[in-house]
Each structure stands twice: as C-alpha cells, then as structure tokens.
C-alpha cells in the first residue's frame, strides 16, 4: 500500500510539465470544437427542414387537387313512378322489380323536371338510385319521387371552378346554352354541393362522376390479407429458424445473402415470376386477390424475414441463458420467451413490408389486375384491382373529372397508409419491453 | 485482509466429509482451437458450498456451464471427459438436457429475470415441468420460493410488477427463487453478487448460507472474503487448470501451492 502512496505524486516527474488548460491551444480547440458542433447542427435542421419540406409540398398539391373530389354536384330530379312506364304490368315480385324499366322513367323525369337540357346535366347512371328505392320500398311505385343525382362531370367541374378560359368556346365541355340552364337550375334550387359518396362508395366507371374506389379498397384489402396471411407465418418461422435452430455453415450464409438480395430485387421482377408461375404454369385465376397477395407475399416475405432477424437478434442473450438454466427447452425458450420480446421489432417491420406492398403497382399490373372492373370482388378468386392500380389507370384518363378523381384517391390510400403506419406505433408501444 | 482474519472465517464452518452428488472426471472444453479447460477433475457435494476461484479467464465459468452443459450451447465449445450427477453420466444419450437443467439449476453473474410479473418469474419453471397440479399449489410453491430467497416480505404485495422494476439486489435473488422453484439438487452460481452492492451481497451471501446442505452449491467468485465466508470447499483455478482444490480453511491459510498462495494474498490475478 505504502509504495503506491509514494507512486502518486512521482507523475510529474516524468518530464511533462503539468497540462496547461488556459493555453491558447487549448482556447483554439475548444472554440473549433464548439464551431463544428454548431455547423453540423445547422447542416442536421437543414436537411430536416428540406425533407419535411418535400413531404409537405407533395401533401399540400394532392389535397389542392384532390379535395374537391370528395364533394360533388348533384340535381334533383322528379321522375314519376308510373307502373306502365316501367313495364311493370301486374307483377310485384323482387324479380320483376328488379328487370323494371326505370332507364325510361329517369328519362322522362330528367326531361320534365330539369328541362331539355337535363339529360346533359344529369348523370345517366342516377336511374340505379331509383331502383334501389323502389325495392326498397315497393308503395312508391305510381307515386311521383324526388332524387338526387350526380350532375355530369363537365357540370361539377364547372360548378366547382367555373369556366377555363384557356378553352376555346368550340372546345369548351359545356356550351352557353347548357350553362345558362344550369345557373337556371341553380335558382330553382335543384343544385346542390354534398359529399361525394359516390367516390367512396361505388366501383369503378367509364364516367367520372359515377367512378369510385370502393371496389379498388377491397381488392387491396383481400390482397394484402392473402400476402399478410402467407408472409407473416413464413417469414417469422424463416427468421425463427435461420436465427435461433439453424447451424452456421456455407448453406446458410448463402440462404442469408439470397433473402438479402431478394429484398432488393425491383418489384416488377416479382409479378413477372406471379405471371409464369401463378397464371401460366399452376393456372391460377387472372386479376384476382390471390395471385396478387401471392405475388406482394414473395416481395415482402425477404423484408419481413429480415426485419424478424434483426428484432430476434437483438433479444438480449441472458434471457435464453435464463429460460434454458431452468430448464426450458429450446422451442419453449424460443417461443415463450425470445420471439414475445421480438415482437415488436416483428410486426414494425412486418407493416413497413404489408405498407410497401399496399403501394406496389407494377407486379400486379403483370398479373392482370388493371382490367376495368365495377363490381367489388366478392372473394379472393374474383378479378380485382387495387388502389394503386386504380389510381395508375385514372391517371391516364384525360378526362378533368378523371384528374380529380385521381388526386381524391392518392389522398385516400395516404390515409390508409398513415393509419397503418399509426397502427405499427401503437403496437410497438404497446409491447415494448421496457428493462 | 491478513489470511488470519480469513482463517478465522473460514474456521467457523468445517467442511463435511460426505458422498459427492456430482464428479467430474478429466473434463476438458475446446472453444474452437482454444484449450480453456485442461483436464479438471473434481467432486462436489450436497453439504459443502463449494467455491471457485481464480484470475480472470482461468476457466471459471467454462468449468461451471459444464455441470448442467449451458456449453452445449455455445456453437463452437466442444466438453470431453466424464460428469456424473448421482452416478448418471450427464453425457449419456439417455440423459434428458432439459430435466439435466431442472436438478442442476444455475444463477448468472449478471441478474436476468424474464421481463414478466414477479410472479410468473416463480411459477415458470414448476409450470413447464409440471410440478403444481393446481393453482393452489402454484401458489404455495411462489410463496416458498420467494420466503426462502428472503424476497417474500419485500415482494409480497407486488407479485403481479414487472421482475425487471426489482432493484439489482432483488433481481438476483429473485433468479435464485426461480432456480430453487424447480427444486433443483444442484446450483451453480456465477459470480452471483458482482453487480451487487454490500447489503445485497450480504443477503445473498445469508441466503446461500441458508440453503447450504438443501442443494448442492458451487459458486463462482472473485472475492476472496465471500468465497473464505461461504463456501467450506474451495477450489483454485489457473489457465485452465485445477491447481488446488481443499477445504476452504486450508486454502486460504495453508495452501500446498504457490501459485494459490501468490493469488491468495494478492501478489497475482
Ligand atoms: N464462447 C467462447 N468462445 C471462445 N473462447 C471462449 C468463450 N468463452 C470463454 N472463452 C475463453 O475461455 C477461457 C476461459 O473463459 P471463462 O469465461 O471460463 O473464464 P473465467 O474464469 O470465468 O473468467 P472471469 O473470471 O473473467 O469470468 C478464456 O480464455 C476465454 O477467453
Ligand atoms: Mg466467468
């Protein structure tokens, strides 16, 4: 103890003189020190301020022209329920009323209540409402009802910015005469702005104000349930396994460099394999939900795989060390213990691979799932399309409706993905593991 | 500390001449080409706490993880040589590994409870091995457990918190309580009280005290007091070999070694 008491004081004595903190060394240091502390502070809130800028510039120009699409112009319309005109005869049964006629009775009404020019102001598809009422409600018939229905796109784009006046008036959508019985309409009353259910609610069209996304929204909701359904399971076993049973070897770290580069193939490579494998050699049933979640369940399987890896990797050893020094078996340590405090880094990563697949186009538009269809799929063998895909195809339509339509879309998958994304968060709070 | 006051420690507890519950017999470990353990041969019984000492790196722990083969866990450590618990080699193939791990329980350097209630901390390991047929028993089989880890009277009103909200000290002796809840013959703990501050050394070094004779104890140490205070065997590691292995009193007063005496009074390690 003694010598080491000695020891102490000696230091200097080695032929360094005491460290002058004062010295202007010294000063010069810590001023560049603090210099480049305050530079890459401001390099770091300039590179946030420019991405944020980006999201914000592209959130702001899709709401701009895309808002407006979830409202709509409509008319009213008086159309007469007459039985004869409906050709309905004596029958009343729910076939009859459904094979009625009511494209005649719209007919007539939209020319005795709005006029001659009703026809081109009018949606031709507002007949449909009228069917729905009557079986709805069969005492309507040989009553006189009043509807509200879409006014024709050109119509709604009028209503909603007025004349464009870069558009020669032989070019115009709408002439004077239409205007003029429209402003007509509008002091009757038989105007008015609502929210655009249609959008919302109705398959796609030919006709922009009959268009919605509805059918789109299920057929991206069956795809990705088909992808998550195949994805999941397989992914974390695959990563259960590679991690925690599998011997290190040559074959694994290929398996391992394989996945990872699988991640990276571009998508459209996938849906070129979903076509040859799925449609052409097992003959799966084109543009349906299931050869599309097959085909986003290969692209995303590598990302989930990978994601489910890192998040079992990074479970602390000493909780493997305790399940099996009690006498855990490897799968009860594995299953009761590692993958529940990895399941928060799984499912983050599960959804960061389901948001991207709900995003993708391009493999599915190999498999056939842009083919214009109205009705929502009703299974997962149905021909569909998705959101994006539906969002891809509007886009090409010149149509200014279309263009509108378009924008309301993207805002509308936005959502979906922020809801998602929002879901990911809570659920990894919810099962963190706080040490 | 002079080996005087060591000796008179020790002194207090002769250690028991007795039938050994585990032997090990000429056990050598390979971590790829690395010769961490050279032939160690050695018995443990059920009435003695046994120790383990000696510098970093010596074998320690690889020694350890033999007795219930946590080394069978490790990719590329390869165990030759014979252990036996009971007479049953624990090599054989008809040794069952998990139930090897039940009988022959293990505390880690580091506190590592589940990230789970304090109770299911307990109840796991009787659970998995089917030792409470009813809840009740459950029950009782927690509340013995934590009462002879000296944890119940801090814990009772809590059993449903997290293991991890316990302090260092009580997350030790929590990983004890669950190491006894399976009713092991055998602990094996290493360096159990290093991330441990004096009081809670002191209770856990009661506790092994307390459990001595009950189960099999060898404990890994770096301590000289706690290992003179606790253990009546001692065993003193060097580069993989067992250079010493006695009667706690005789090593730290009048070891046959010098390479024990140099370590035990400090001069190496
Ligand atoms: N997993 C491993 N892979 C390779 N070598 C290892 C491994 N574990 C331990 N070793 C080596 O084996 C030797 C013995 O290690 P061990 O952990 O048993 O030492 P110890 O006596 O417990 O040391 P300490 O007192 O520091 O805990 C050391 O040289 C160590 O480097
Ligand atoms: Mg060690």
Partial sequence: MSTRAEALPAAPASGRPPTDWKSPDMVARVKRRYRSETIFRFIG?????????????????????????????????????????????????????????????????????????????????????????????????????????????????????????????????????????????????????????????????????????????????????????????????????????????????????????????????????????????????????????????????????????????????????????????????VFEHVVPLALPGILTGTIIGVARALGETAPLLMIGMRAFIVDAPRSITDPATVLPVQIFLWSDNVDRGFVEKTSAAILVLLVLLLLINGVAIYLRNKFEQKW | MSTDTLARIAGKQEAVDALPLMTARDVHVYYGQKHALKGVSIDITRENVTAFIGPSGCGKSTFLRCFNRMNDTIDNARVTGRIELEGQDIHAPEMDVVQLRARVGMVFQKPNPFPKSIYENIAYGPRIHGLAATQQEMDEIVTRSLTRAGLWDEVKDRLQDSGTALSGGQQQRLCIARAIAVDPEVILMDEPCSALDPIATGKVEELIDELRGRYAIVIVTHNMQQAARVSQKTAFFHLGDLVEYDDTSVIFTDPKESRTRDYITGRYG
């Avoid at chain 1, 509805?214 to 974390?236: C, D, M, N, Q, R």
């Avoid at chain 1, 259960?240 to 074959?251: H, K, M, Q, S």
């Avoid at chain 1, 299931?290 to 995303?300: E, Q, S, Y």
Wanted: no cysteine; proline share 6%; net charge negative.
């Fill in chain 1, 45 to 333: 809130l300039a590179a946030l301020v420019f991405a944020v800028g980006f999201l914000a510039l592209l959130l702001a120009t899709m709401l701009r022209s895309g808002l407006s699409g979830f409202v709509q112009t409509q008319v009213k319309v008086s159309v007469e329920l007459d039985p004869t005109l409906l050709e309905l005869g004596s029958d009343r049964s729910g076939q009859a009323l459904l094979n009625a006629d009511y494209l005649s009775a719209y007919a007539r009404g939209l020319r005795e209540s709005l006029g001659p020019a009703g026809p081109d102001i009018a949606s031709a598809n507002g007949w449909t409402a009228l069917r729905e009422m009557v079986m709805a409600d069969p005492t309507l018939l040989g009553r006189t009802v009043e509807i509200w229905v879409p006014a024709r796109s050109a119509f709604d784009q009028y209503a909603k910015v007025g004349i464009d006046p870069d558009i020669p008036p032989e070019l115009a959508p709408v002439s004077s005469e239409q205007i003029a019985a429209f402003e007509r309409l509008s002091e009757q009353g038989r105007i008015r702005t609502s929210l655009n259910r249609t959008l919302l609610f109705s398959g796609d069209s030919t006709t922009p104000e009959a268009a919605g996304i509805w059918g789109a929204f299920i057929g991206s909701l069956l795809t990705i349930a088909v992808t998550l359904a195949l994805a999941f399971p397989v992914g974390v076993l695959s990563a259960v396994y590679l991690e925690e049973f599998a011997p290190r070897n040559r074959l694994t770290d290929f398996i391992e460099v394989s996945i990872n580069n699988l991640a990276a193939v571009p998508s459209i490579i996938f849906g070129l394999l979903g076509l040859a494998v799925f449609l052409n050699t097992m003959g799966l049933p084109r543009s349906a939900p299931l050869v599309g979640g097959l085909t986003l369940a290969l692209m995303t399987l590598p990302v989930i795989v990978i994601a489910a890896r890192a998040a079992i990797k990074s479970v602390p050893p000493s909780i493997r060390d305790a399940a099996l020094g009690i006498g855990a078996s490897r799968l009860q340590t």
